[in-house]
């Protein structure tokens, strides 16, 4: 099974508009984030929220989160063309007895791009 | 300045040559992550390493991986006897250092480039 399912897979807009990629995920996760990797470069945290928080803001990125359809929603408002990347969304499980910083599997990821 | 550093940027290989691909963190971290990304495909999560030994690893970490702290400090992965299908962008990341609010950070490197010929 696909763990961090996002979409669109890709997306493609114009400067000052707002961006929304969704992700779906299939098993229990203690937390749920957010990456961005531009073209060929290495992965950008940019957001993580807990199974129990349904919603958090940092600058212009809300994301959202519903437990019980097992999905997550990145939105970026007002975005410019330095948001064009690769967005991913990563789940984190802890494991029976493991650590809290377990493994994170990471979705597809949705390709945006922003037109100046 | 970036928390981890990875070294070389780019590695090409012959097949069937071993690699080790390094993993420069700049202060102390507990918890050390490797994971690749075949061209246009998702981040797959390959090995975990805490406390010297490793924590978990997934089917892909077979025989041909393994990974070491040699030094305290720098953390390697090497693949024994490179395959084509290795071809792909190897990140470490890392957590541990100072705390914020109870929670340490997640920081990943830039990425080892791996080209198997």
């Known amino acids: 099974s696909q763990q961090g399912e996002e979409d669109p897979q890709a997306l493609s807009i114009q400067e000052g508009e707002n961006a929304t990629m969704n992700c779906s995920y299939k098993t229990s996760i203690n937390n749920l984030q957010w990456y961005r990797q531009n073209s060929g470069r290495g992965l950008v945290h940019l957001i993580l929220?807990?199974?129990?928080?349904r919603e958090k803001h940092s600058g212009r990125l809300r994301v959202t989160l519903d437990t019980s359809k097992k999905s997550s929603s990145l939105l970026i408002t007002a975005s410019r063309a330095a948001d064009t990347a690769s967005y991913f969304c990563?789940?984190?499980?802890?494991?029976?007895?493991?650590?809290?910083?377990?493994?994170?599997?990471f979705g597809q990821g949705t390709i945006l791009t922003v037109h100046p | 300045e970036p928390e981890v550093t990875q070294t070389p940027s780019h590695q090409v290989t012959q097949m069937g040559q071993e690699v080790i691909l390094r993993c420069v963190p700049i202060s102390n971290h507990l918890y050390f992550y490797w994971y690749r990304q075949i061209l246009g495909q998702k981040v797959e999560f390959l090995v975990s390493?805490?406390?010297?030994?490793?924590?978990?690893k997934s089917e892909i970490f077979d025989d041909q991986f393994s990974v070491e702290r040699p030094d305290g400090s720098n953390f390697t992965l090497k693949i024994r006897s490179t395959k084509l299908e290795d071809s792909a962008m190897y990140f470490c990341?890392?957590?541990?250092?100072?705390?914020?609010?109870?929670?340490?950070?997640?920081?990943f490197g830039p990425g080892t480039r791996l080209t198997v010929l």
């Open positions: 990563a789940t984190a499980s802890f494991r029976a007895g493991g650590t809290s910083y377990g493994k994170l599997t």
């Open positions: 390493f805490y406390n010297n030994e490793i924590s978990e």
């Open positions: 929220i807990r199974s129990n928080e």
């Open positions: 990341a890392l957590v541990g250092g100072a705390a914020k609010g109870g929670r340490r950070d997640r920081y």
